[in-house]
């Protein structure tokens, strides 16, 4: 007996993989200090856990609509109308159980066998694998550190096909911290402008996080109003990982797909997490700001260990809680029974002998990066870059 040829061809998510050989590690009695995890280090707001407890005590546990509740529908509505300029009305809403879920519920509700979905790198570990799972073929675009990780548009004319159905993005980005700039997304838009069958899927989950600009959601452009999913969620901005909540704006013939599809896969959300999600998307903003300026510091303060390491050349993000360094100067270098031929090499290296876990960039599509996650402590930082700046120096 074995798995499906679809299963099969899908790959482990190494940032999952990564964070299990850290916890097996910890569980040995060895203090690892875990940077491979994409997760805020703090709790969820309070407001937003009382409403989740009146929500139990006022009954609010049986089956949610497949879509949602109306009254979250209409406040992602007016949010994205508020906060994004985007114009989606409530029944182009579609909850899901985060945003993973919703990129998942496009891709399938759109792909073909052997349609293409054009991805720049670096990506999110799980999108080719999303496409692949539907019968569709990744497309990747390259960048590199120079370019701040951000695509050439020559380049995504020239890989549009015939068979191109989806363009899929983040910004800021998971895992450069890379944000598009709107100048940047008014030329992606007017590339695919004239492209009337190709959908762009944008995701923002970070939207939140970010450091000296503000955000720009490529659907409020103009250009591709038609044709614009929007996908975002509560838990990076919100601390609400576990909670499992994501959203997606989209056409009203695709919202209506991705509402038949969910409904034969998952059905509703969570109810009482749904609840919470009206009030934290109608709340306040301060606690999310409070955590964004905390992000910011430690950003500054990974940045100047990592400038100090010789053989690593860090970014400046400008988003989200990652630094994606270029670290191929160690590429052929060895230590012991440990020769680093890649960066996920370095990344187990650095496990095994810093007590550090991080993500090789292979996972994210360029192999000559690691990711490396700040939603740690300012003193957990500090010790795990002095750990991996003394492993490092042992390798020659």
Excluded at 306 to 315: A, Q, S, Y
Excluded at 323 to 340: C, N, Q, T
């Amino acid at each position: 007996m074995e798995v499906s040829k679809r299963l099969q061809a899908v790959t482990e998510s190494q940032t999952l993989v990564m964070t299990k050989k850290a916890r097996e590690l910890a569980a040995t009695g060895v203090k690892v200090i875990n940077l491979s995890i994409g997760e805020p280090d703090f709790d969820t707001p309070e407001f937003i856990n009382t409403a989740a407890k009146q929500a139990i005590d006022d009954g609010w546990t049986h089956y949610p609509p497949v879509a949602g509740y109306p009254e979250l529908r209409q406040a992602i509505s007016t949010k994205f109308k508020e906060q994004n300029n985007l114009d989606y009305a409530p029944e182009q809403i579609i909850v899901s159980g985060g945003a993973k879920h919703s990129i998942t519920n496009v891709i399938f509700s759109i792909i073909n066998e052997g349609d293409e979905v054009i991805i720049p790198a670096p990506y999110w570990v799980s999108y080719p694998e999303m496409v692949k799972l539907a019968g569709g073929v990744p497309v990747i675009l390259e960048s590199n550190i120079d370019s701040d990780y951000t695509f050439n548009i020559a380049d995504l004319k020239n890989v549009i096909t015939d068979k191109t159905k989806i363009v899929l993005f983040s910004s800021p980005c998971n895992p450069s911290g890379s944000v598009f700039s709107k100048a940047f997304l008014t030329e992606v838009a007017k590339t695919l402008d004239s492209h009337d069958d190709i959908i762009v899927i944008s995701d923002e989950i970070y939207e939140h996080i970010q450091y000296g600009q503000g955000h720009v959601s490529i659907g409020s452009l103009g250009f591709l109003k038609d044709r614009v999913v929007t996908v975002n969620g509560l838990s990076k901005g919100f601390a609400m990982t576990g909670w499992r909540i994501g959203y997606l704006g989209a056409p009203t013939w695709l919202a209506k797909a991705v509402e038949k599809l969910q409904g034969q896969f998952t059905s509703g959300t969570n109810s009482i997490a749904q609840r919470a999600a009206i009030e934290a998307i109608n709340g306040p903003l301060e606690e999310t700001k409070k955590m964004n300026a905390v992000f910011e510091k430690r950003r500054q303060i990974i940045y100047d260990c990592l400038v100090d390491i010789e053989g690593i050349k860090p970014n400046f993000p400008s988003g989200a809680f990652y630094v994606f360094p270029d670290i191929r100067a160690y590429f052929g270098k060895s230590y012991g029974d440990h020769v680093i031929q890649s960066a996920t090499d370095l990344c187990l290296f650095l496990l095994s002998d810093a007590h550090v876990s991080m993500v090789g960039g292979d996972s994210f599509g360029n192999p000559e990066c690691i990711r490396i996650s700040y939603a740690a402590s300012e003193a957990d930082i500090r010790e795990a870059m002095a750990n991996v700046k003394a492993s490092l120096a042992k390798l020659a």
